[in-house]
């Protein structure tokens, strides 16, 4: 890929990243942009920090399962694109967040059982696997999670976007709990970098927030109640 439009930096275990992936897929459609699907590894970017003391139980692990996976990124991207890359995040996260309710433990993730599947659904081969446990890929993702922050500043998460790199502009988030509608995606897309391009702008922020609206979490969602969501601020959950 030559001169992407975005450059969209993702861990795979994070349900926000994913939510605002397929938003960005979402207006990458419409507005005809190439994405560049980079890494920024949570387990690396808490790499210092006392998991018992600061997360709630069950974070080291999926954490840990995030890096394995990115591990397989990387080898994908060395052996078959950096295309290929987006196929795998895009059955990687339909896998973890879209299809049911997780109620395990999350580092089952960064397993070879959980991986064969979704390479298979990729069209990637199954070799890629050994990936997982391949530690000499960490510094081209220690690499990619350096250069995320260097465009965004520290004490933030995942996702990254840079927008028309390597001179536009970058910032963390959007951090949205449901997707729009097509029409409304492109709204907030331009909402959005209009804030970011105001030189003088550093941060929109409110803690109030619904879980995400992913079928990982309990929550079941047709595009009608997305519709509705979106318009009415009603939401439809079910256990």
């Known amino acids: 890929m030559t001169s992407p439009d975005i450059r969209f930096y993702f861990d795979p275990v994070c349900p926000f990243a994913w939510m605002t992936s397929k938003w960005v897929r979402m207006v990458s459609e419409q507005r005809d942009y190439a994405v560049e699907w980079r890494f920024i590894s949570l387990r690396l970017l808490n790499a210092s ?35 290929a890359v987006g196929r795998l995040y895009e059955r990687l996260g339909t896998r973890i967040f879209d299809m049911h309710k997780d109620d395990s433990d999350g580092g089952h993730r960064g397993t070879v059982d959980f991986l064969v599947p979704v390479l298979a659904e990729s069209g990637l081969p199954e070799h890629l696997a050994d990936a997982l446990e ?28 840079h ?23 492109v ?16 941060e929109l922020k409110r803690s109030l927030r619904e879980r995400p609206q992913l079928r990982s979490f309990g929550v079941e969602e047709d595009e009608a109640g997305l519709q509705e969501d979106w318009h009415g601020g009603s939401r439809r959950t079910k256990k």
């Open 49 to 83: 920090v006392d998991y018992d003391a600061h997360f709630p139980v069950g974070y080291e692990a999926g954490h840990t399962a995030g890096l394995r996976l990115l591990r397989v990124a990387a080898r994908t991207r060395e052996e078959h694109g950096p295309e």
């Open 134 to 161: 391949d530690s000499s890929l960490d510094a081209a993702i220690q690499a990619e999670t350096d250069e995320a922050l260097t465009l965004t500043g520290k004490d933030v998460g995942t996702p990254i976007i």
């Open 163 to 185: 927008f028309e790199p390597p001179e536009g502009v970058a910032f963390f988030g959007p951090v949205i709990s449901r997707l729009p509608d097509p029409d409304q995606a």
């Open 187 to 202: 709204e907030l897309w331009d909402h959005v970098l209009g804030l970011a391009r105001f030189p003088g702008f550093a």
